[in-house]
């Protein structure tokens, strides 16, 4: 079985630019959670998807943040423009169930860098 | 509000030697815990959970993890470290809503030979 992909694995752009992260999570999955790693700081919720609605976008910064999941498939999130603060590394994350208890099946993560 | 503390941010053990890694949460509720290990280049692999019943949760690669309700505490062991075991380690609270995990800041492991 794949796990959860995501790309690209690292990106780097200028302050101003946009990007977009992909996370494709595993077949099947109607959950799907991102992420972001602050270097040396812990993993912080971003916003979590059901299908294709936004269950909670509680953790998303501000409005230069938006991500999608058209179909209810993959996700992408597009940071626009994108700030010194952006960088980091954005985890996606998927389960079968959406409780508290369901496990979490992280991807590698996208490291990005703002310069 | 929920949090999630790990102390240590890096530890040195030599292969062979015993190893604990710290969690302490903060939750309202009965909360569900899980310990997550990620390795260079890798996404972040589910080591062990604990959710109710008995405190001491066996995982895989050897690990286990002890939850302490009076202490807010849910420590993970493993008797005998292996050089493999260098990786960073996270601690995680899942919300009862199903919507976020909370995460410790992690704890970086180097193993020595």
């Known amino acids: 079985e794949a796990g959860v992909t995501q790309f690209p694995s690292h990106s780097v752009i200028e302050k101003g630019q946009t990007v977009t992260l992909r996370c494709d999570p595993i077949?099947?999955?109607?959950?799907l959670y991102w992420y972001r790693r602050v270097m040396g700081k812990e993993i912080k919720f971003l916003l979590h998807?059901?299908?294709?609605?936004?269950?909670?976008e509680s953790g998303m910064p501000n409005n230069r943040f938006l991500a999608e999941r058209t179909g209810g498939t993959y996700s992408t999130l597009k940071v626009q423009p994108a700030e010194l603060e952006d960088s980091g590394v954005y985890f996606c994350?998927?389960?079968?169930?959406?409780?508290?208890?369901?496990?979490?099946?992280f991807g590698p993560g996208t490291r990005l860098t703002v310069l | 509000a929920q949090s999630v503390t790990q102390p240590d941010i890096h530890i040195t053990v030599s292969e062979g030697a015993s190893l604990e890694l710290r969690c302490n949460y903060s939750?309202?509720?009965?909360?569900?815990l899980f310990w997550y290990v990620q390795s260079p280049g890798q996404g972040l692999q589910l080591l062990l959970k604990?959710?109710?019943?008995?405190?001491l949760v066996q995982g895989i690669k050897g690990f286990e993890a002890e939850f302490k309700r009076s202490q807010s505490s849910f420590n993970l062991r493993k008797p005998s470290v292996h050089w493999s075991d260098a990786a960073e380690y996270f601690c995680?609270?899942?919300?009862?809503?199903?919507?976020?995990?909370?995460f410790g800041t992690g704890t970086s492991l180097t193993v020595i030979p």
């Open positions: 998807f059901v299908k294709e609605s936004k269950q909670d």
């Open positions: 077949s099947g999955h109607d959950n």
């Open positions: 995680a609270v899942g919300d009862h809503l199903g919507n976020q995990f909370y």
């Open positions: 994350a998927s389960s079968q169930g959406g409780l508290g208890q369901d496990t979490q099946y």
């Open positions: 604990y959710f109710s019943g008995d405190t």
């Open positions: 939750y309202g509720a009965t909360p569900y």
